[in-house]
């Protein structure tokens, strides 16, 4: 895995910004490699009767899942987005002791959780990659987590949960342009915090607050970079028209240019036949 100090540094970032690539985006499809395990502390506080308690459990287990990156680096910063990412950490079980007392001994509580997904919400989410850390953070990320769960021992309860909401979150960020790998590492989410409907409570349990931490810094997404056609071919500087700007962008790159966003025709030299097509675009991009 690589330290997140040499994320877009060097010859990274470099070829992502080269001019012999296509101007805008590059986007990938990334898939969780294969050993990412994630972490997991429940922390469980109730409260009864008998007074409040809180304690924690932690296991790890092995994470699948899928992603969508496009990575834009027109402009500085450069911008992560992710529209969709998906993660299933599977089934756990977790076991807790409270009202530990000398004699008595403790009231046992065990957990289990089922269908454990975490994932963005529609939309996703987009954030300014730091060009000395490599790091992408996302200060507001809309994600939703859900999962079945099964409480027995001190309280017995059977429920389902489903939690939208803002989470701040981040990754490191390693990208070689075109053609290239795109990996996302260290990634790091809020704790989701959530409390069991009073009606499922049984008597004399007033409350249960169960807060889970995922680790993701055990998770490693990766997939291959494709250069993303732009929504409005000609409109070289991005200004939301094709005008006299964008013409000089094109006597710019005349001549031999393999790949570039001014070789409209694609045939990797940008010529007369190039203002013919840049012509016909000519005015507001649609």
Same mark, same amino acid.
């Given at each position: 895995?690589?330290?997140?100090?040499?994320? #877009? @540094?060097?010859?990274?970032?470099?070829?992502? @910004?080269?001019? %012999?690539?296509?101007?805008?985006? #590059?986007?990938?499809?990334?898939?969780?490699?294969?050993?990412?395990?994630? @972490?997991?502390?429940?922390?469980?506080?109730?409260? %009864?009767?008998?007074?409040?308690?809180?304690?924690?459990?932690?296991?790890?287990?092995?994470?699948?899942?899928?992603?969508?990156?496009?990575?834009?680096?027109?402009?500085?910063?450069? %911008?992560?987005?992710?529209?969709?990412?998906?993660? +299933?950490?599977?089934?756990?079980?977790? !076991?807790?002791?409270?009202? *530990?007392?000398?004699?008595?001994?403790?009231?046992?509580?065990?957990? !289990?959780?089922?269908?454990?997904?975490?994932?963005?919400?529609?939309?996703?989410?987009?954030?300014?990659?730091?060009?000395? !850390?490599?790091?992408?953070?996302?200060?507001?990320?809309?994600?939703?987590?859900?999962? +079945?769960?099964?409480?027995?021992?001190?309280?017995?309860?059977?429920?389902?949960?489903?939690?939208?909401?803002?989470?701040?979150?981040?990754?490191?960020? !390693?990208?070689?342009?075109?053609?290239?790998?795109?990996?996302?590492?260290?990634?790091?989410?809020?704790?989701?915090?959530?409390?069991?409907?009073?009606?499922?409570?049984?008597?004399?349990?007033?409350?249960?607050?169960?807060?889970?931490?995922?680790?993701?810094?055990?998770?490693?997404?990766?997939?291959?970079?494709?250069?993303?056609?732009?929504? *409005?071919?000609?409109?070289?500087?991005?200004?939301?028209?094709?005008?006299?700007? +964008?013409?000089?962008?094109?006597?710019?790159?005349?001549?031999? *240019?393999?790949?570039?966003?001014?070789?409209?025709?694609?045939?990797?030299?940008?010529?007369?036949?190039?203002?013919?097509?840049?012509?016909?675009?000519?005015?507001?991009?649609?």
């Amino acid at each position: 895995m690589m330290h997140v100090g040499r994320y #877009f @540094t060097g010859a990274l970032f470099t070829a992502m @910004t080269t001019s %012999t690539l296509i101007a805008g985006d #590059f986007g990938a499809e990334v898939v969780v490699e294969k050993g990412s395990t994630a @972490t997991v502390t429940l922390v469980v506080d109730i409260n %009864t009767s008998f007074g409040t308690d809180t304690d924690d459990s932690t296991t790890t287990k092995p994470v699948i899942g899928t992603g969508t990156v496009v990575i834009d680096s027109d402009t500085a910063p450069t %911008t992560l987005s992710i529209p969709n990412l998906d993660f +299933d950490l599977g089934s756990a079980d977790f !076991s807790y002791s409270f009202f *530990c007392l000398p004699i008595i001994g403790c009231q046992g509580l065990d957990v !289990s959780v089922s269908n454990f997904t975490i994932g963005l919400q529609k939309g996703g989410t987009s954030g300014p990659v730091d060009a000395s !850390s490599g790091v992408a953070a996302f200060p507001a990320a809309p994600f939703v987590s859900s999962f +079945d769960y099964q409480v027995s021992g001190l309280a017995d309860i059977i429920g389902s949960n489903v939690v939208p909401e803002i989470y701040s979150f981040r990754s490191g960020v !390693s990208a070689a342009g075109n053609g290239g790998d795109v990996t996302l590492s260290q990634l790091a989410l809020d704790p989701i915090v959530f409390e069991i409907p009073p009606k499922d409570l049984p008597f004399g349990v007033n409350s249960v607050q169960i807060t889970a931490n995922v680790d993701l810094s055990n998770v490693t997404l990766s997939g291959q970079l494709e250069a993303q056609e732009s929504p *409005c071919p000609g409109d070289f500087d991005q200004s939301g028209q094709v005008d006299g700007s +964008d013409f000089g962008a094109i006597l710019a790159a005349w001549g031999a *240019c393999s790949g570039c966003p001014e070789d409209l025709d694609g045939n990797n030299d940008v010529g007369g036949s190039d203002i013919g097509a840049f012509l016909a675009l000519w005015g507001p991009c649609p």
